[in-house]
Structures are given as C-alpha cells and as structure tokens.
C-alpha cells in the first residue's frame, strides 16, 4: 500500500457586505483539493446564516461565493492528497 502525505491549508478571508472572493492557495496542491469553510460575522449583525459554495477550484485556488453580502470573515480548510 502506497504511503499518501497530505497538504492542508487553512485561512480566513474577510468580507465586508461583499458575497465573492477568489482564494490563492500559498503552495499547489498535486491534485484538486476538497474544500470547507465557515462563515464568522465579526459584526454581530446577524449576517453569518449564508451558505457557501465553491466554483473554480484548481490545485492553485478556488472562488468562494457567499449566499448574501456579509460584513465579517470566512474561515477555510483545503487539504488534498498526494
């Protein structure tokens, strides 16, 4: 059986009454990598109730899109393996 090693990632971007962001990975990842993230409003407005989907996704980035605007931030995880 073939040993794997992984790459994780993880950041946060932050929104302000914004819906759309593009994610630069700091190091590619060898394969696509799956995605997951989790919305904080930092404002305490209310606004952290959204869904999240992903599109675009390579081994350098992806796009996050956010269901509604939010003032706050998103915190994600990629990981792939190789």
């Known amino acids: 059986m073939a040993n794997l090693g992984f790459i994780?990632?993880?950041g946060e971007e932050s929104f302000s009454d914004e819906n759309s962001a593009t994610i630069t990975f700091e190091r590619a990842h060898q394969n696509l990598?799956?995605?997951?993230?989790?919305?904080?409003?930092?404002a305490g407005n209310q606004?952290?109730?959204i869904s999240i989907n992903y599109?675009?996704?390579?081994?350098?980035?992806?796009?996050?899109e956010?269901?509604?605007?939010?003032t706050g931030q998103v915190h994600w995880k990629a990981q792939s393996s190789f």
Do not use: C, G, K, W
């Open 66 to 70: 956010l269901s509604a605007p939010l």
């Open 55 to 64: 599109r675009n996704i390579t081994t350098t980035s992806f796009v996050m």
């Open 33 to 42: 990598p799956s995605i997951v993230a989790t919305p904080y409003d930092s």
């Open 47 to 49: 606004q952290a109730s």
């Open 8 to 10: 994780i990632e993880t």
